[in-house]
């Protein structure tokens, strides 16, 4: 029975282990839900609260957030947190982040923050806690302690927490009693969501056995009216029993902080009572299974997997696939549904952590690479060679054709015995003037290459349209910045007798130039600085080498749109992939990845850059 005052904060675990918190709005939206008990359906609508989360329901049995177009699951819990602190007094803590706009920290992070706030400290570390950050109040800033990056946060205020007190009411309880079972159904919400909750429901009623009864309680379940908390340190304190369990009222909350775990326990469950998976008598209705679609299924899916892992039944793991598609996941998901279909075990299990980034290092700890220069290299903005024609320029490259083939000029797609047909800027040759390429041996108007040559970078370089062999040197419209690379002592997955060269690439944002897609307008860099690794190999230094060089010719990231947020007038990555995950590789972007070096070396000498670009650059 727990007599104390808490604030109750619903969160959810994150791809990178962090329990992150529900909104105020949503956790008052949750509670109303166990609190209403049975009726509620055991199940709640995220979108009925928040339009963002429409496509994300909880399921109050399993503890998880589910999301009905990818089949993605994640855990939920219930936390406890002292009524003085941060979300008891409706304050939220966030930080600005790359796309400027603002995320909440951890609860346990903002708690801390606002404790140091409300005592006038000018400053907070975060290190005791687990971060390498500073919060600095007099400018509102976050500072990194390793990067010195500097971001900035803001304190605002909302709604404050549900709180709870004295004994947790019966409706908490899930399920609830036949006599509470019993009391008048609220009128059901008529959303496509909870419909679509409220069928499967109906569904394995009416093809089982009758209503699912609760199981027998566990015997490692504490007796009802016990509230398990962790030991205090102190003067005094006295050991709790063997079983860990602390009894009878209490006045306060002991710390600032009360956790309950509830990954092993619905929320809803008053403590200490035993939890009640569904279908634990095994009649689940499976008739009734072959009219469900795919979403009712999987979630029924979840709740057998669920009871049959805690009755020690053998189970079939269906792993989520690994990659960036949302429908890698869903495909997992549909397979646990055809196998709960035909009758048989499924257990669906999460992928691994995503470890973007190594352990921390020292600045002792991190050392020169052997054979390369210098351990930084920025880059301007360079300025194309002047006092060159662009006829002047293509003249060094071609071959003038007397007599051309009848086929067509892949520019401008007329006969080449026919004068061009581009219709652009006029450049001051003949339209019907036709030349080959020396190297490639490709035949264009030279109308054509004229003006597409001005239509590019103008950087004295040429790259034929249909082989893409480059002529001259190549440069790009990267924005200045800066490149670091160093050695750290930390090995990568699938490179565990080497260690690890770790590249750091910065640009801030600024003005496009003539040579970007908007002339004078502003652009946007997001996600800087960015982290990249490569094995500190002979093939890895080659690759940082070739690098190096496509950083120097601006041929390492562009201004453009993004692929991933659609946002235009933003630095981009210029065709040349970089692994930017450390310690795994769940999206792609990681390692083990026993190609990667090669494909990184191709798509290096696609941009005109191989081994004798480094002896170009000395020269």
Avoid at 1 to 29: D, I, K, Q, T
Avoid at 556 to 569: M, N, P, Q, V
Wanted: aromatic content about 6%.
């Amino acid at each position: 029975m727990l007599l104390a005052s808490a604030v109750v904060v619903w969160e959810w675990l994150n791809e990178h282990g962090r329990w992150r918190p529900y909104s105020p709005a949503v956790s008052h939206h949750i509670e109303a839900v166990v609190r209403a008990g049975p009726r509620a359906g055991g199940s709640v609508v995220l979108g009925q609260v928040d339009s963002r989360l429409a496509p994300y329901i909880i399921d109050l049995q399993s503890m998880n957030q589910f999301r009905q177009d990818t089949g993605t699951l994640r855990p939920v819990r219930r936390n406890y947190y002292d009524p003085s602190s941060a979300p008891g007094k409706g304050v939220v803590w966030e930080w600005e982040n790359d796309n400027g706009s603002w995320t909440p920290y951890d609860m346990e992070v903002g708690i801390t923050i606002q404790h140091a706030y409300e005592k006038q400290h000018p400053w907070i570390d975060l290190t005791s806690i687990g971060f390498s950050y500073v919060i600095d109040f007099s400018t509102m800033g976050q500072i990194n302690r390793q990067t010195q990056r500097q971001r900035r946060v803001r304190r605002r205020l909302d709604l404050i927490y549900p709180m709870v007190t004295g004994t947790l009411p019966k409706a908490q309880s899930w399920p609830a009693s036949p006599a509470s079972a019993a009391s008048p159904a609220a009128p059901p919400c008529s959303c496509p969501q909870c419909v679509l909750v409220m069928s499967v429901k109906a569904a394995v009623a009416n093809g089982g056995a009758g209503p699912l009864q609760p199981p027998a309680a566990r015997k490692n379940m504490p007796p009802s009216g016990a509230v398990k908390l962790p030991p205090q340190p102190g003067p005094g304190a006295k050991p709790l029993d063997s079983t860990g369990t602390v009894r009878g009222p209490t006045k306060t909350v002991p710390s600032q902080v009360i956790r309950r775990q509830a990954s092993n326990t619905p929320a809803g469950v008053t403590v200490g009572s035993p939890a009640s998976p569904p279908g634990a008598n095994g009649k689940t209705g499976r008739v009734a299974l072959a009219t469900l679609n795919r979403t009712n299924l999987q979630r029924l899916a979840i709740a057998q997997s669920r009871v049959l892992i805690a009755s020690g039944v053998p189970t079939v793991p269906v792993k989520n696939l690994n990659g960036t598609s949302p429908v890698n996941p869903a495909l997992a998901g549909i397979t646990g549904i055809l196998m709960s279909a035909a009758g048989l075990p499924v257990c669906l299990t999460r992928p691994p952590k995503l470890v973007l980034h190594p352990p921390p290092v020292s600045k002792s700890e991190i050392k020169s690479i052997p054979g390369v220069s210098n351990t930084s290299r920025k880059t301007t903005k360079k300025q194309a060679k002047k006092g060159k024609t662009p006829e002047e320029v293509l003249k060094k490259y071609l071959q003038k054709v007397r007599h051309p083939p009848d086929e067509d000029c892949t520019i401008c797609m007329e006969r080449l015995t026919a004068p061009s047909g581009y219709k652009g800027l006029q450049p001051t040759v003949k339209p019907e003037l036709v030349g080959k390429l020396s190297r490639c041996g490709h035949i264009y108007h030279i109308y054509c290459l004229v003006a597409m040559y001005n239509n590019g970078n103008k950087d004295g370089s040429l790259q034929c349209p249909t082989c893409k062999t480059i002529y001259g040197v190549k440069t790009g419209t990267q924005p200045p910045g800066k490149m670091e690379y160093h050695l750290i002592p930390h090995s990568l997955p699938g490179h565990p007798d080497c260690k690890t060269i770790r590249i750091i690439y910065s640009i801030p944002p600024g003005i496009q130039g003539p040579e970007h897609p908007n002339p004078g307008k502003s652009f946007s860099a997001r996600g800087f600085p960015r982290h990249c690794y490569l094995p500190d190999s002979e093939k890895g230094r080659k690759v940082l080498k070739l690098l190096l060089v496509a950083w120097d010719r601006r041929l390492i990231f562009a201004i453009g749109t993004s692929s991933t947020t659609g946002e235009s007038d933003t630095v981009i990555w210029n065709e040349v992939h970089h692994k930017t995950e450390f310690g795994s590789n769940l999206t792609g972007h990681g390692y083990p990845d026993a190609n990667y070096l090669d494909n990184v070396l191709a798509e290096l000498a696609a941009q005109g850059i191989s081994e004798d670009s480094t002896a170009q650059e000395k020269d």
